[in-house]
């Protein structure tokens, strides 16, 4: 047992060297890793002297210092109103005339700068906080809402007015003006545009003042019909009495050239004179002709273009049948309907007719129960039927009058051998040149004529050389005894009438004859 137990004690001996004996190599082993896993040291260099830094620069002079602010030791008095310039910063100051700026503070009353820039309570700044304006909201097109919104400038309308405005007849009622009316017509809104107003749900003082006045105009019932009414009722008395006096006057120019005698035989001269000028010719043997043929008259002239044959037709009737010759002062009305045509008064007519019914239909379809009319409403309907009323008489009067012209004037057309459905524009105006040349050349022979009859107007036509026929010398020897006497007789009448001449006078002579003659 003794040899057994001693065994074993030396087996574990032996077991427990092996084991620290395993350890040491392990520790060995990790010592030598952690010694690769290193970095290596660079090898050793010999360090080199660096040469001390240079001294540091001498010290510059300071940089002056900007002047001091100026006091104004004014104290908590009262409150300045701003005075909201722009300083100089300090860097800037030193080569700026503030550098040697006075301080003038003990110049400055502070007295009378608080009594005229005090700071009254409403005006203390930031009291309040800034309102920022909220930018309103715009539905329209942009084009269209700076269109309308120059249209408003003008239109002095308050908001809800507007529908008031649309029950009122005339402008002198308070009602609009037809240019206001043709403006607010352009600006209607579309089926597109209503649709849109009408689902507008916000507030009306967030949308622009244009947006604001459309969706006034789209809550309004048959916007369109009121202002197409408003614009027949507006216009209807004013064509009708623009249309009256031109009608009147054109038939009284129709009544004339039916009735004038004397202007249907100064066209039987004109005749005779065309057929004999007109003689061998195939213009010849005519037994009438057009009334625009009386414009060529001015138009033709002699052979030595002295005289038109107009002028020679007037002759003519001066001569024969004088009485002729004031033909014109009788035919007024030929003259001022120079310009009218019956066709244009025709249609004028027949449009204030359509739209006089028209303005019955848009009364009739206000007052229908599914419009649901109100009271106001239906006072204006009555109104406007009492104006319609009464215009309705004045028209139907004047197409009496108009058919009445129609008729004379067809009776015109036939008794001149004119064609039928020529205009009276250009009968009119073919009659009235007439009339204005005859009488120029009315007035031209009348005034020779006096210059033949009153000697001082003779004399100052032979000294001009306007009167026709042979040239007359004062001083040239009469071929005749006769002849002789006539001119005595003739510058004795000028010597009366004319002051007398300084020359020859004055030696007894008469300055008016000539050597012969004396």
Not at 284 to 306: D, I, M, P, V, W
Not at 412 to 417: E, K, P, Q, T
Request: hydrophobic letters at 35%; aromatic letters at 4%; proline letters at 7%.
């Amino acid at each position: 047992d003794e040899i057994s137990l001693d065994s074993v004690k030396a087996r574990l001996d032996q077991s427990v060297e092996e084991d620290e004996a395993k350890d040491a190599d392990i520790t060995e082993n990790k010592s030598s890793d952690t010694q690769d896993d290193s970095p290596v040291s660079p090898p050793h260099t010999p360090t080199i002297p660096v040469s001390p830094p240079p001294p540091p620069p001498p010290p510059t002079s300071p940089i002056p210092a900007a002047p001091p602010l100026p006091e104004f030791n004014r104290g908590a008095r009262v409150k300045l109103r701003p005075f909201h310039w722009t300083k100089i910063p300090s860097n800037m100051l030193s080569k700026s005339i503030w550098r040697h700026a006075h301080d003038r503070t003990a110049d400055i009353c502070a007295e009378e700068l608080e009594k005229n820039f005090a700071l009254a309570e409403k005006d203390t700044p930031d009291s309040t906080p800034i309102k920022v304006k909220k930018k309103a909201k715009l539905l329209l097109d942009s084009k269209m809402s700076h269109n309308l919104a120059i249209f408003l400038t003008g239109f002095k309308l308050k908001p809800g007015d507007f529908k008031n405005k649309l029950l009122v007849i005339g402008e002198e009622e308070g009602g609009l003006t037809v240019e206001q009316i043709n403006s607010l017509r352009r600006f209607l809104p579309t089926s597109e545009e209503q649709d849109m107003f009408r689902a507008y749900k916000g507030e009306r003082s967030e949308l622009e003042s244009t947006d604001q006045f459309m969706l006034e105009m789209c809550s309004v019932p048959l916007v369109e019909v009121r202002l197409d009414l408003l614009m027949v009722l507006c216009e209807l008395p004013e064509q009708i009495q623009d249309l009256t006096p031109s009608i009147q006057t054109t038939c009284g120019a129709c009544q004339e050239l039916v009735e004038q005698k004397r202007f249907h035989q100064v066209l039987e001269y004109v005749l005779a004179v065309g057929n004999c000028i007109n003689n061998g010719t195939t213009r010849g043997a005519a037994r009438g002709f057009r009334l625009a043929s009386l414009a060529k008259l001015s138009e033709t002239y002699s052979s030595n273009r002295s005289m038109s044959l107009l002028q020679f037709v007037v002759e003519q009737i001066q001569q024969k049948e004088p009485r002729l010759l004031d033909m014109a002062a009788d035919m007024s009305c030929v003259q001022r309907a120079a310009g009218a045509s019956i066709k244009g008064l025709t249609a004028e007519m027949e449009v204030m007719t359509k739209d006089l019914l028209k303005a019955k239909k848009h009364v009739a379809y206000i007052k229908k129960k599914k419009n649901s009319p109100s009271k106001r409403d239906l006072e204006f309907c009555k109104e406007v039927e009492d104006k319609i009323s009464s215009h309705e008489k004045e028209l139907h009067a004047l197409q009496k009058r108009c058919s009445t012209m129609r008729d004379t004037f067809n009776k015109v057309l036939a008794l001149y051998g004119e064609l039928p459905g020529t205009d009276s524009q250009d009968v009119f105006s073919a009659v009235s040149e007439f009339l204005a040349s005859f009488d120029i050349a009315r007035d031209k022979l009348r005034e020779e004529e006096e210059k033949r009859n009153d000697p001082r107007k003779k004399l100052g036509a032979i000294m001009q050389g306007s009167l026709t026929g042979p040239a007359v010398t004062l001083r040239s020897p009469p071929a005749n005894s006769k002849q002789s006497a006539r001119t005595s007789t003739i510058l004795s009448s000028l010597r009366d009438t004319l002051p007398a001449m300084s020359g020859p006078a004055e030696s007894g002579q008469d300055p008016w004859l000539s050597d012969t003659d004396s």
